[in-house]
């Protein structure tokens, strides 16, 4: 079975950092794009941070200069580094990737459960 697994998340203080990082698991043949999307309590799910297979990133406006993505193909892991972390960026931080499950296949969108991201002192 499929699936994106996100570790990381904790309670860290205004100002402070934190490494998120998750993994694909399962029967992959291939990863196309991967990223990070969070939502806040009564928000909509936004972009912080994409990455594609040939390392093109895209960043939210709001985490430029202060969030890094990053990728490690052989270990299936896409990473966030996250810097000088603001209160009003408490949210559930949530992994997507696009997955080809076989050659030839067209790349199928997933998600992680997401990890809790507390910023507060």
């Known amino acids: 079975q499929v699936q994106l697994v996100e570790s990381g998340g904790c309670l860290v203080q205004p100002g402070g950092s934190l490494r998120l990082s998750c993994a694909a698991s399962?029967?992959?043949?291939?990863?196309?794009?991967m990223g990070w999307y969070r939502q806040a309590p009564g928000k909509q799910r936004e972009l912080v941070a994409t990455?594609?297979?040939?390392?093109?990133?895209n960043y939210a406006d709001s985490v430029k200069g202060r969030f890094t993505v990053s990728r490690d193909n052989a270990k299936n892991t896409v990473y966030l580094q996250m810097n000088s972390l603001k209160p009003e960026e408490t949210a559930v931080y949530y992994c997507?990737?696009?997955?080809?499950?076989?050659?030839?296949?067209?790349?199928?969108?997933?998600w992680g459960k997401g990890t809790l991201v507390t910023v507060s002192s």
């Open positions: 997507n990737a696009d997955l080809g499950l076989f050659r030839g296949s067209v790349p199928e969108n997933y």
């Open positions: 399962g029967s992959i043949f291939s990863i196309y794009a």
């Open positions: 990455i594609n297979s040939g390392g093109q990133i």
